[in-house]
């Protein structure tokens, strides 16, 4: 079992930044690939960014590509979110998620593990 803790979120105002982090502990040698998944009210889960196990490769999803760099620290075991200029289109619960395979993976059920969320508000 691997157990995430995301940690990082507020309250903040429109072109403010932020960064989310997202401890991992347990059975970290489970850990591979990890990413990021917003749920905005009444939203469904999406994707957000993603990086592979040694960090080399990264995805992002479009409406945050140029602001947000996600990014890890394995020697820490961390997973961050540096997220700038932020809209209040931002505003969500932001969950951390991991999976075995070292490759990146863009959906939901790609990942294995998942953190309880932090949750995000960006006012206009």
């Known amino acids: 079992q691997v157990q995430l803790v995301e940690s990082g979120g507020g309250l903040v105002q429109a072109g403010d930044s932020l960064r989310l982090s997202c401890a991992a502990s347990?059975?970290?040698?489970?850990?591979?690939?990890m990413g990021w998944f917003r749920r905005a009210p009444g939203k469904e889960r999406e994707f957000v960014a993603a990086?592979?196990?040694?960090?080399?490769?990264?995805r992002y999803t479009d409406s945050v590509k140029g602001r947000f760099t996600i990014s890890r620290d394995n020697t820490k075991n961390t997973l961050y979110l540096q997220m700038n200029s932020l809209k209040p289109e931002d505003t969500a619960v932001y969950y951390c998620?991991?999976?075995?395979?070292?490759?990146?993976?863009?959906?939901?059920?790609?990942?294995?593990?998942w953190g309880q969320g932090t949750q995000v508000i960006v006012s206009s």
């Open positions: 990086i592979s196990w040694t960090g080399s490769s990264t």
């Open positions: 998620a991991t999976r075995s395979d070292r490759w990146i993976g863009v959906r939901g059920i790609d990942y294995e593990y």
């Open positions: 347990g059975r970290t040698s489970s850990s591979g690939a």
